[in-house]
Nanobody
Framework: QVHFVESGGGLVQPGGSLRLSCAAS????????MSWYRQAPGKERERVAF????????NYADSVKGRFTISRDNAKNMVYLQMSGLKPEDTAIYYC????????WGQGTQVTVSS
């Protein structure tokens, strides 16, 4: 059974940093690209970062480019999102997934950027 567990969120001041982690299980992790998504209140879920199965291809939404860094550890079945220069508009619940391959979503981790 496919399972994603996101962690690392919290309350941070504008300009601060957080590192999100996602533990994946139930499939051969190293065979799949992964992405981080976020959903703010009243808004649609959007993809903020993508990483290919080997990590050789990475891309970001324009809104986070230069501030967020996605990475993965295939030996540990983990994907990470290092976030810096956080802004209030980054406030959202953050999820990891490959929704093309998997229909299940984890509970996400809440990131709140506020002074």
């Amino acid at each position: 059974q496919v399972h994603f567990v996101e962690s690392g969120g919290g309350l941070v001041q504008p300009g601060g940093s957080l590192r999100l982690s996602c533990a994946a299980s139930g499939f051969t992790f190293s065979n799949y690209a992964m992405s981080w998504y976020r959903q703010a209140p009243g808004k649609e879920r959007e993809r903020v970062a993508f990483i290919s199965s080997t990590g050789s291809v990475i891309n970001y939404a324009d809104s986070v480019k230069g501030r967020f860094t996605i990475s993965r550890d295939n030996a540990k079945n983990m994907v990470y999102l290092q976030m810096s220069g956080l802004k209030p508009e980054d406030t959202a619940i953050y999820y990891c997934n490959n929704p093309t391959a998997f229909g299940t979503w984890g509970q996400g981790t809440q990131v709140t950027v506020s002074s």
